[in-house]
């Protein structure tokens, strides 16, 4: 976040603790529950918001030298992304053109090109087709039109954003926007070390994991002993930028931080900051590490999701001491998550069918959530109940 942003998000900040306030919607919000469950819903969700707009796929990081390529499949998509010999990161499907079989089958490595095992068709590092044994079978094909089929893709952050359906090209500063895109590189993301990466198969909706990202008022009942006591509870700036947002939490220490002493004092000590981006990726900013979430429905099933964290820092540990630290911070997080947030949403999962509720509640202190699901609801073109203010 740019200096003058976050001193002015603190001001903002101090002023709702000495309110007793924080940012309100103009009203509560009811949602039907079978947003969650309804399976017409999840394929919506799937068809019109996660293969429309881009997502993390890899972090800069692992594709360093040309040839350097990763493997993944997000929702049903295979893709190969891979660093071409002009340095420019490039997606395909990870898909052969002759029979469809798939073409590369390391999650990764370095290659010169990609050949596939089947009938041995080479593609380049561009992705266009190479050769073809005993060609002379395939009169009249015309070889320009069998490359690999390109996605829109980005490097923009330190990270590899992807969108899953073929189009024009990716520009993630105009997606963006430029007053988002120039606060984020101000963070220093984008030249921030990839330490550890997991991801995390999940028995339920992705809807249920996201929301604990856009809540500031769980925060010291469901982690009164873990990460709980380093916050004020329902007390947040929400800045909406495009389809994107930023939700601010306040530390605990704001309340004592004078104008006086902000000169010697970095405002960043005082803030969380999570940047969601629409719609799968949050950027939790902490002083001194990034965590980069991406949460994905399930290609098939409504009632499972995967949540990928990578954990960002500005240098790799260099002593055993600074791992120690860095492993230290790992675990606290994930135990804050598995544990607490995680067995929270899976209980709501589990209750929510049988229990004879037919809508939840977002109060006008939910800003965050009312609005994420708004802007779903609008990209959904009316699937599914609509959301009802009261």
Known sequence: ?????????????????????????????????????????????RNRVFT??????????????????????LLGVPLLIVRQADGVVAAFTNVCRHRGAQLELESSGNRKRFSCRYHRWCYRLDGSLQSMPFDEGFDGLDRSAQGLVALPVDERHGMVWVVLSPGPQLVMREYLGAELDEEIAAG???????????????????????????????????HPKTVGPFFHTNVHTYDVFGRSSRLVVARRGIEELR??????????????????????????????HVEAWTILPDAHDGNRCRATLRFLVPELPRT???????????????????????????????????????????????????????????????????????
């Open 1 to 45: 976040m740019r200096p003058d942003s976050a001193e002015d998000v603190v001001k903002r900040l101090q002023a709702h603790l000495e309110g007793g306030t924080t940012d309100y919607a103009p009203s509560m919000m009811r949602m039907d529950v079978g947003r969650y469950f309804d399976p017409e819903i999840a394929r919506a969700e």
């Open 52 to 73: 429309r707009f881009p997502l993390v796929a890899a972090h800069a990081g692992e594709l360093r030298e040309p040839g350097d390529f990763v493997t993944r499949s």
């Open 188 to 222: 220093g993301v984008g030249s921030m070390a990839l330490y550890r990466e997991q991801t995390f198969e999940l028995p339920m909706n992705w809807k249920f994991v996201a929301d604990g990202f856009f809540d500031t008022y769980h925060l010291q009942f469901l």
């Open 259 to 288: 104008e006086a002493d902000a000169p010697d004092r970095n405002p960043h000590e005082f803030i969380i900051t999570n940047y969601t981006i629409y719609p799968a990726t949050v950027l939790a900013t902490e002083p001194d």
């Open 320 to 390: 055993e001491k600074q791992r120690r630290y860095r492993d230290r911070n790992w675990d606290i997080l994930l135990g804050a998550v598995l544990n607490e947030d995680w067995a929270a949403a899976q209980s709501i999962a589990d209750s929510l069918p049988g229990g004879h509720i037919k809508e939840t509640v977002y109060g006008r202190n939910e800003i965050a959530a009312q609005s994420f699901y708004r802007q779903l609801q609008a990209d959904l073109d009316g699937a599914g109940p609509e959301l009802e203010n009261r």
